[in-house]
């Protein structure tokens, strides 16, 4: 069955540090794996996707993961951490049937001055 | 502009009330889904629907129904059976067939007091 597994529920960063997220995922089948960001009390908006085309991956707001099937990993890295990217993270994994997303648990990520 | 609508924000209840919440989308997707979301365990699928007047349960399914009578409308209603309804409803689309892309509403927030 397919699972994603977020690493660390909370990460903090100082400003201008780099960000790395971690998701393992679980998927019998090759895997759409995406990364979505939620701030508070909104619904959930689409960071960047993986859909077996090129491995390394750019999104918005400066965020890129790698695929690596080796590892079954799909990491959400980014250079430079801004106060604006302190929010929950999200990765999520298409289900088996093709016909819905699951989600991981979360990461808070929390960036200081 | 386009986009999902999500409504009430914010809801309180009774124990024993039974409760719909709306979502409307204009996107003019054929896929819409709903997620509970609770603090720590991420985004768990309730219900989804991938054409009018056809409907799948998700993960959670208990204590909750729905309905697909117009394509941009797919309401929720938490019924007196489910034993812990207080949480973050998200609804989402999206254009057809399996999920690329999840567009998200901004939630729904129920209480039960």
């Known amino acids: ?113 | 502009d386009g986009g999902i609508t999500q409504s009430p924000k914010y809801l309180f209840r009774k124990e024993g009330q039974n409760v719909t919440l709306s979502c409307e989308q204009n996107l003019n997707h054929d896929a819409m889904y709903w997620y509970r979301q609770d603090p720590g365990q991420g985004l768990r699928l309730i219900y989804y629907s991938q054409i009018v007047n056809d409907f799948q349960k998700g993960d959670i399914a208990e204590g909750y129904s729905v309905s697909r009578e117009k394509k941009e409308s797919f309401p929720l209603t938490v019924t007196s059976a489910q034993k812990n309804p207080t949480a973050f409803y998200l609804c989402a689309s999206t254009p057809s067939g399996g999920p690329g892309e999840l567009f998200f509403g901004e939630g729904s927030r129920l209480t039960v007091l």
Not at chain 1, 37 to 61: D, M, R, W
Not at chain 1, 75 to 82: C, G, I, N, Q, V
């Open chain 1, 1 to 113: 069955a397919q699972s994603v597994t977020q690493l660390g529920s909370h990460v903090s960063v100082s400003e201008g540090a780099l960000v790395l997220l971690r998701c393992n995922y679980s998927s019998s089948v090759p895997p759409y794996l995406f990364w979505y960001v939620q701030y508070p009390n909104q619904g959930l908006q689409l960071l960047l996707k993986y859909t077996s085309a090129a491995t390394l991956v750019k999104g918005i707001n400066g965020f890129e993961a790698e695929f690596k099937k080796s590892e079954t990993s799909f990491h959400l890295t980014k250079p430079s951490a801004h106060m604006s990217d302190a929010a929950e993270y999200f990765c999520a994994v298409i289900n088996q049937a093709g016909t819905a997303l699951i989600f991981g648990k979360g990461t808070t990520l929390s960036v200081s001055s």
